[in-house]
């Protein structure tokens, strides 16, 4: 069971990241000149205050404490049915910062960017349906997973976490200058 629930987690975390990293690329590539100017302004202002004042002096878009999963709620999972409703909040949450960067969005760009969001939520709710199936076959949603696998999980589900909100934050930054500039 322990070396089946670890591949798992493995595979998982593989397709949550991909999931994730490649929703964003696709995302800040249909918008590479206005991204590229707030990437610049982000790195010259980042080298003189500190990470969390670097967010809020880059636009005029509010950029939101994004908050997918906390780690309390990540080293808590101790059964497969806790596992399961992590993965599934992460992917909720996800889905719904993206859908209110989508809310900002001019309406020129909501058709591209609805189109690409939508490709990458139907592959997140791919990968939980997997996900869950896997963990489904290893036992009840009350069974405790043995500390080994638990950490990796843990671990796993942070790294996809910590990646996921930097791309976040990446996408609301890439938005503030068509917002302003559509404000003009």
Same mark, same amino acid.
């Given at each position: ?19 994730? $990293?490649?929703?964003?690329? %696709?995302? *800040? !590539? =249909?918008?590479?000149?206005? +991204?590229? #100017? /707030?990437?610049?302004?982000? $790195?010259?202002?980042?080298? %003189?205050? *500190? !990470? =969390?004042?670097?967010?809020? +002096?880059? #636009? /005029? ?124």
């Amino acid at each position: 069971m322990k070396k089946l629930l670890t591949a798992g987690v493995a595979l998982l975390s593989v397709a949550t990241l991909a999931a994730c $990293s490649g929703k964003t690329a %696709s995302e *800040s !590539s =249909s918008k590479d000149s206005k +991204a590229s #100017s /707030s990437k610049v302004e982000k $790195s010259s202002t980042s080298e %003189s205050k *500190s !990470s =969390s004042s670097s967010k809020s +002096a880059t #636009s /005029s878009v509010d950029i939101p404490e994004i908050v997918l999963l906390t780690d309390d709620e990540i080293d808590n999972a101790k059964t497969l049915g806790d596992m399961k409703t992590i993965y599934g909040k992460m992917i909720d949450n996800y889905t719904k910062y993206l859908k209110e960067i989508g809310d900002k969005i001019p309406a020129s760009g909501k058709e591209a960017y609805n189109k690409q969001v939508d490709a990458g939520i139907q592959s997140m709710e791919t990968a939980r349906k997997a996900f869950n199936e896997s963990l489904s076959s290893l036992g009840s949603d009350d069974t405790v997973v043995p500390e080994q696998p638990r950490a990796q999980f843990a671990q796993q589900i942070k790294s996809a976490r910590d990646i996921a909100q930097k791309a976040l934050e990446g996408a609301y930054q890439s938005i503030a200058p068509l917002l302003s500039s559509s404000a003009e």
